[in-house]
T-cell receptor, first 109, second 113 residues
Framework: GQNIDQPTEMTATEGAIVQINCTYQ??????LFWYQQHAGEAPTFLSY????GLEEKGRFSSFLSRSKGYSYLLLKELQMKDSASYLC??????????FGAGTTVTVRA | IAGITQAPTSQILAAGRRMTLRCTQD?????MYWYRQDLGLGLRLIHY???????GKGEVPDGYSVSRANTDDFPLTLASAVPSQTSVYFC????????????FGEGSRLTVL
């Protein structure tokens, strides 16, 4: 099974940087995903890491350390529209995806 | 392009009633999933199907059943609904490797009274 931990809430100011940490324990590992979910909407895919290191996509970056069971999502130049829940998800050895409870990020003006 | 379509969008149901949530995708993805999302618990996998004709149990399968007669459709049935099944249900599909990200439907909000 999976054990995925991430903070419940974070608040940051518009234009700032926020880092959302995710730790996991898994039986088998086949990739780590980050999803964004606005209130009342479906989750949408943000990033995917399967090897150690940093993946950058515009204002968003995701980092993975498999030996430490650790990932983070970095959101730069925060905008009001970035206020959402961010979900860390791990794919196990059977290729099933398990999600953390999500981190609600609130961006203040 | 519709992607993934779920129906109904919202439903109020009396306890003990049978209910089927429908999910259809037009992306020809092999893998499909049903999750429920509850406040504070995140998305939990109910059932999944790696390809047409096969299904598997997820983390919280009790009280639910699925079928996968073809690639496009993956209905979720509650045989006898109970209040603890009040939740938002998301259907998702995946094209498989290399990344295998999930594409989600818009969700079905179910209230069991």
């Amino acid at each position: 099974g999976q054990n995925i931990d991430q903070p419940t809430e974070m608040t940051a100011t518009e234009g700032a940087i926020v880092q959302i940490n995710c730790t996991y324990q898994t039986s088998g590992f086949n990739g780590l995903f980050w999803y964004q979910q606005h209130a009342g909407e479906a989750p949408t895919f943000l990033s995917y890491n399967v090897l150690d290191g940093l993946e950058e996509k515009g204002r968003f970056s995701s980092f993975l350390s498999r030996s430490k069971g650790y990932s983070y999502l970095l959101l730069k130049e925060l905008q009001m529209k970035d206020s959402a829940s961010y979900l860390c998800a791990v794919r196990d050895g059977d290729y099933k995806l398990s999600f953390g409870a999500g981190t609600t990020v609130t961006v203040r003006a | 392009i519709a992607g993934i379509t779920q129906a109904p969008t919202s439903q109020i149901l009396a306890a003990g009633r049978r209910m089927t949530l429908r999910c259809t995708q037009d992306m020809r993805h092999n893998a499909m999933y049903w999750y429920r999302q509850d406040l504070g618990l995140g998305l939990r996998l109910i059932h999944y199907s790696n390809t047409a004709g096969t299904t598997g149990k997820g983390e919280v399968p009790d009280g639910y059943s699925v079928s996968r007669a073809n690639t496009d459709d993956f209905p979720l049935t509650l045989a006898s609904a109970v209040p603890s099944q009040t939740s938002v249900y998301f259907c998702a599909s995946s094209p498989g490797l290399p990344t295998g990200e999930l594409f989600f439907g818009e969700g079905s909000r179910l209230t069991v009274l």
